[in-house]
T-cell receptor
């Protein structure tokens, strides 16, 4: 029978354009969020993080925005380059079954970014 | 630092065989995570160790899966017996605080 997999959101941009990747998170108690980049054949790589007491954080060419009211996270990439093509995951720091916090991260399904030269 | 090291990078085996995946975390990190990634289910946490002790194994699919961390520099994930539906990329990650550093993964194919 036909297999059904995750249908990842996709974003295609031209080189030099700005990219915005969005993520909705589930746990209003999450206090820490990370964006990861995963290139083909590699493990996820840290890009940028943000704590829940902030609404914006900037890195080199990347900015993360956090809207706790609607539980929304976005990653903005300025002057997108072909090397930015990858799957991007947001992750939230979750809670164990016992209600205590440790380093467990819950990952979103990911967004495929394709940058055309 | 070499980062998180995983071996083998690729494993092809037949249904029913035992598979052992290995991980060396980054030196000094006190937490280690095993993940599985498939097209069907995305990235799933299987088990988490803190200071070599399993803390949360709620993601381990069934008794065929087991994980050990005999010391701070080594962990294994074992599947016995393996089944075709176990085919996936298995990642190991380590951390000291919250940020997790991922290894390159082991691509497992069970025929």
């Amino acid at each position: 029978g036909e297999s059904v997999g995750l249908h990842l959101p996709t974003l295609s941009v031209q080189e030099g354009d700005n990219s915005i990747i969005n993520c909705a998170y589930s746990n209003s108690a999450s206090d820490y969020f990370i964006w990861y980049k995963q290139e083909s054949g590699k493990g996820p790589q840290f890009i940028i993080d943000i704590r829940s007491n902030m609404d914006k954080r900037q890195g080199q060419r990347v900015t993360v925005l956090l809207n706790k009211t609607v539980k929304h996270l976005s990653l903005q990439i300025a002057a997108t380059q072909p090397g930015d093509s990858a799957v991007y995951f947001c992750a939230e720091k979750g809670w164990s079954a016992g209600g205590t916090s440790y380093g467990k991260l819950t990952f979103g399904q990911g967004t495929i970014l394709t940058v055309h030269p | 630092d070499a980062g998180v090291i995983q071996s083998p990078r690729h494993e092809v085996t037949e249904m029913g065989q035992e598979v052992t995946l290995r991980c060396k975390p980054i030196s000094g990190h006190n937490s280690l995570f095993w993940y599985r990634q498939t097209m069907m289910r995305g990235l799933e946490l299987l088990i988490y160790f803190n200071n070599n002790v399993p803390i949360d194994d709620s993601g381990m699919p069934e008794d065929r899966f087991s994980a050990k961390m005999p010391n701070a520099s080594f962990s294994t994930l074992k599947i016995q017996p393996s089944e075709p539906r176990d085919s996936a990329v298995y990642f190991c990650a380590s951390s000291l605080f919250v940020e997790q550093f991922f290894g390159p993964g082991t691509r497992l194919t069970v025929l």
